[in-house]
């Protein structure tokens, strides 16, 4: 069994585009009203989350307060007639233009040869908001063909000038061509179909050739989303368009031993992730033994234990490299820390996140206090434990939990822009990693060492820099759903870009402090076995510039994984280092 998910699937970049200039716009927001003229895209979920933010969506002029004078309109990227611009300068509201500049370019096309006389055929769908505003730049010039029959039926109009609705079907678009080049071989034809939607299209094309079914994300009201699972059902494959993963539900994907997911081009990461997810998840059970291993991973990562193995796997590198022998205790100490933090932070976060439901929340929903009971357990039974090794180690562990728990919690009124700790931008990131380098590499030594010998500086900057590291990444991954819920993360605050090459600058300087703390004597020798996780998290800087191809799950449990690693590494290292010594 597999499910496979297209490459192309998710935001285009005219819709990606529309979307940031009205999330820059809600994080800047003062005292203006943000409209949309019409909904900003075609998906009823994010024009809900978006109303949530501030964003109204009008369908008419008439909607808009006229005392309003703080009114303000966004273009969205489908563009508006000339006509209905100037109505909108008339009335004095003020405009913010999200055209996707490759309806911009259809638009210009459209003015130019309309003036030198050409009528202009519009090859698209008449009732699309895109075309609308297309014909608006041909002057009374303009068409719209919607099939073949629409060029038999026409007149000799002379000159013609031959556009496409960006979102046209590719096929539909050269049939119709070669029809108009019969009847008016001196037409001048541009393709002026999205490079995306063409890539989109031929990629589910080629995905239902070779899965026994595919999904197709999106809204029901998407024009380019219904074309997406048309062109998959003319493949001769069982095609299920759904809007959420909650349409999955009543499918029989047993029958299914290989499915696609494709995805309409206004269709945000976060409801294809779970669509994902849920379709691995329900196929690991219906295949049985051959995907245990897949479903118990999957498990591990959605439930957070995953992060608590990871935690333990560097306590007991932070050991090996402060030259001090592995305690199961303090490795207890560790995995049962960060699995009630992460497990108390989700249960409260989920809270004031509720409208973007990560690969997590079903587990999350379904278990909520089996979850309360766990995370409970977990922390006394890691207070206990820290209070048997010593009153400092219990101190430390009572203070940075405490600190932990009130990372989501409001602690000042409402009309402070900062009301909790999570609102500090980029303090997810660094929280975490102080909060993992405290209990992996500092806890251990509190009751019995300086702290401020070389090779606890280095463990804890290790630890830090590579969890710090780790949570960076997945926001990056993250970096559409948190602007839509107004976090402010890392990658938000500073932007993708900046953020990935502040992490290779991390990633180098963490690579030379591996490499020279055994040549100094800080460390032992394990260093050279850790420097393996900057390796592997450097490949995982390429795997967010390939967002779409990756669930949610299956990226948060590769990012999870560096810790394993470590692990591992110093396995390794334990046993080499035994070999020789036996060889001795």
């Known amino acids: 069994m597999s499910v496979r998910l297209a490459k192309t699937a998710g935001f285009c970049m005219g819709v990606r585009r529309a979307v940031d200039i009205v999330l820059d716009l809600a994080q800047k927001k003062g005292r203006e009203t943000i409209y949309t003229y019409g909904p900003l895209i075609h998906n009823p979920q994010t024009v809900e989350l978006l109303k949530r933010r501030g964003i109204v969506p009008i369908r008419s002029l008439d909607e808009i307060d006229p005392e309003n004078n703080a009114a303000l309109l966004i273009i969205r990227a489908h563009g508006v007639s000339p006509a209905e611009r100037s109505r909108i300068e008339e009335l004095g509201i003020r405009i913010v233009d999200a055209t996707c500049p490759r309806v911009a370019h259809v638009q210009k096309i459209i003015r130019k040869y309309a003036s030198q006389g050409y009528e202009i055929l519009i090859l698209g769908d008449a009732e699309h908001p ?134 309409g081009a206004s269709t945000p990461n976060w409801i294809i992730d779970r669509v994902v997810a849920t379709l691995t998840e329900r196929k690991s059970e219906s295949r049985g033994r051959s995907r245990r291993l897949m479903r118990l991973w999957s498990f591990l990562v959605r439930t957070d234990i995953y992060s608590a193995v990871g935690a333990g796997c560097l306590s007991a590198s932070c050991s090996l490299l402060q030259g001090r022998h592995v305690f199961l205790l303090h490795v207890l100490i560790a995995s049962l820390y960060v699995y009630a933090m992460h497990t108390l932070n989700r249960l409260t976060d989920r809270k004031s996140g509720w409208q973007i439901g990560s690969f997590r929340e079903d587990a999350y929903l379904r278990q909520e206090p089996l979850f309360i009971i766990l995370c409970a357990l977990a922390l006394l039974v890691a207070l206990l434990l820290a209070y048997l090794d010593g009153p400092q180690t ?168 560096v810790y394993i690693i470590a692990g591992f590494g110093c396995l390794a290292w334990f046993v080499l280092s035994f070999f020789i010594a036996a060889q001795r």
């Open 394 to 561: 219990f101190t430390l562990l009572l203070v940075i939990s405490a600190a932990g728990g009130l990372y989501n919690v409001p602690l000042l009124p409402e009309r402070w822009r900062f009301r909790s700790l999570k609102d500090l931008p980029g303090s997810k990131n660094i929280s975490m990693a102080a909060a993992w380098a405290a209990s992996t590499a500092l806890l251990p030594v509190l009751d019995n060492e300086s702290y401020l010998h070389p090779s606890i500086i280095v463990s804890f900057l290790f630890v830090g820099m590579l969890v710090f590291i780790r949570s960076a990444l997945s926001d990056v991954g993250d970096i559409q759903d948190d602007r839509f819920l107004g976090k402010e993360t890392l990658p938000v605050v500073i932007g993708k870009k900046r953020t990935q090459v502040l992490l290779k600058i991390l990633l180098a300087v963490l690579l030379v402090l591996l490499i020279c703390a055994p040549s100094f004597g800080w460390t032992s020798s394990v260093a050279f076995a850790l420097t393996a996780c900057v390796f592997y998290l450097w490949i995982c800087l390429d795997l967010c510039d390939r967002r779409s191809e990756l669930s949610g799950a299956v990226l948060e449990g590769l990012l999870e994984t």
């Open 130 to 263: 895109e075309v609308n505003g297309l014909l608006g730049f041909a002057g009374g010039r303009g068409r719209v063909i919607g099939d073949l029959s629409a060029i038999d039926r026409l007149s000799d109009p002379g000159k013609v000038c031959v556009v496409a609705q960006t979102t046209q079907d590719v096929e539909k678009f050269r049939e119709m061509v070669a029809r108009i080049r019969e009847r008016f071989p001196d037409a001048v034809v541009f393709d002026t179909i999205c490079d995306s939607t063409e890539r989109r299209q031929t990629e589910v094309k080629q995905l239902a050739a070779e899965m026994d079914a595919i999904f197709v994300v999106g809204g029901k009201n998407s024009a380019n989303t219904c074309r997406l699972a048309t062109l998959s059902e003319l493949q001769g494959k069982p095609t299920f368009h759904i809007e959420t993963v909650e349409d999955v539900d009543g499918i029989d994907i047993g029958r299914f031993d290989r499915i696609g997911v494709s995805a």
